[in-house]
C-alpha cells in the first residue's frame, strides 16, 4: 500500500510540489492549513505529513515551529528544500487591466517574499492573507468576479485557469523553500548523503553564560550548526526555546553527549528528530559566486 502524505493544500500549493519531489509514488492529500495537515497524523488519517518550515526570504514558519513545540510531538524524519518562483495570476479576463486590482491575496509568507514588488506595481491595493498560495488561486477561479490577483506558482495558473502577468515577483532571486516531514514511522523511502539532527534546548533562569555554554557544548565536539532559532515559550517575555540545527545525524557518542552535558548545566533538551536531506537535482542553494 503507498504512503499517505498529508500536505497543506489545495493542488498547486508549493508544498505539493515538494511532496511530489521527494515523495513522487505516494497518495498525496490536500489539508487546508499547516495544523490540520499535522492533526492528520497524530489521528492517522496520513502517514506523513509535510509542511513548510523555512523560507530563504522570509525565514522561519512561526506556524510550523509553534505547532511543533507546543502541541503535537511528532517526529521529523526528513526535510525537503525546492526553488520557490512566485508569479502574480490574474482570471483571463482581466489580463489587460491587473494594473486595476483592488485586493492581492496569498498566503502572508507569499506576500512578504514580493513586498517590493507589491509597494512598486500595485501600491493601492489591499492585501488578504490565505492558508496556502493554491487558496488564493482556487478562489480567483470559483470568484470569477472579483477584481482581484492572487500570488502563487505556474502549477497553481494551470490548475485554475489564471494568467500570469507578471512571473518572478520575488524580491530576491535565492528563494528557497525547506519543507519537513512529520511521522510516526521511523523509516522514509528516501535517503540523502546530508543528515541534520534537531534539538529543542531551554535554558535555565538567570544563568548568566547560559545560550554560550549550550553553544560550546556544540563547539568543542566540532559539530556543525546550520541553524539556531529562538521562539518564545508564551510563559512570559524573555522566556525562549532555542530550536538548534546539528548537519549530522543522531549518533552514540557526539550529540548524546551534548545532550548530558546540557542536562547537567539544568538546560531542558528534546530531540524534535534526525533525518535525511532531500534535494531535489538541479536545486543549487545559492547564487553562483560572480566570476571576476
Ligand atoms: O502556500 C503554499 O503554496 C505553501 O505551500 C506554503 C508556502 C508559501 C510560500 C512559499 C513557500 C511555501
Redo the contacts with the bound molecule.
Keep these: 500500500m503507498s504512503i499517505r502524505v498529508g500536505?497543506?493544500g489545495p493542488e498547486?500549493?508549493?508544498?505539493?510540489?515538494?511532496a511530489k519531489s521527494v515523495l513522487p509514488t505516494s497518495n498525496h492529500i490536500p489539508f487546508p492549513t499547516?495544523p490540520g495537515c499535522m492533526e492528520a497524523v497524530v489521528d492517522e488519517k496520513v502517514d506523513v505529513a509535510i509542511v513548510?518550515v523555512e523560507?530563504a526570504i522570509?525565514g522561519s514558519?512561526n506556524l510550523t515551529l509553534d505547532y511543533l513545540i507546543h502541541k503535537h510531538t511528532i517526529p521529523i524524519v526528513g526535510e525537503v528544500t525546492i526553488p520557490?518562483k512566485?508569479h502574480l495570476l490574474v482570471h483571463p479576463d482581466r489580463v489587460s487591466s491587473w494594473r486595476q486590482i483592488h485586493d492581492v491575496y496569498?498566503?502572508?509568507?507569499?506576500i512578504a517574499?514580493c513586498h517590493e514588488f507589491i509597494m512598486n506595481e500595485l501600491p493601492d491595493a489591499t492585501i488578504h492573507y490565505?492558508?496556502?498560495?493554491?487558496?488564493?488561486a482556487k478562489d480567483l477561479k470559483e470568484n470569477p468576479e472579483k477584481n482581484a490577483a492572487a500570488i502563487?506558482?505556474s502549477l497553481?495558473a494551470e490548475k485554475y485557469g489564471l494568467t500570469k502577468v507578471k512571473e518572478d515577483i520575488h524580491d530576491y532571486d535565492n528563494?528557497h523553500?525547506r519543507?519537513v516531514l512529520l511521522s510516526h514511522s521511523k523509516t522514509m523511502p528516501f535517503q540523502d548523503e546530508k543528515q541534520k539532527t534537531t534539538l529543542m534546548v531551554t535554558l535555565p533562569s538567570d544563568y548568566s553564560g547560559a545560550l554560550h555554554q549550550v553553544l560550546s557544548a556544540f563547539a568543542w565536539r566540532k559539530l556543525n550548526l546550520s541553524k539556531i532559532e529562538s521562539r518564545p515559550m508564551k510563559t512570559g517575555i524573555g522566556n525562549y526555546f532555542f530550536i538548534i540545527d546539528v548537519e549530522q545525524e543522531m549518533d552514540d557518542v557526539l550529540i548524546p553527549g551534548v545532550q548530558a552535558e546540557l542536562e547537567a548545566l539544568g538546560c531542558g533538551v528534546r530531540v524534535l528528530g534526525s533525518y535525511p536531506c532531500f534535494l531535489p537535482e538541479n536545486t543549487p542553494l545559492k547564487n553562483p559566486v560572480p566570476s571576476k
Excluded at 12 to 18: K, V
Excluded at 106 to 110: L, M, R
Excluded at 130 to 136: E, F, G, I, P, Q
Aim: glycine fraction near 2%; aromatic fraction near 8%.
Design positions: 500536505f497543506l498547486g500549493s508549493f508544498t505539493e510540489a515538494a499547516i513548510p523560507n522570509e514558519v520557490i512566485q496569498s498566503h502572508p509568507q507569499a517574499q490565505t492558508d496556502s498560495t493554491s487558496s488564493a502563487a506558482n497553481a528563494n523553500t519543507f
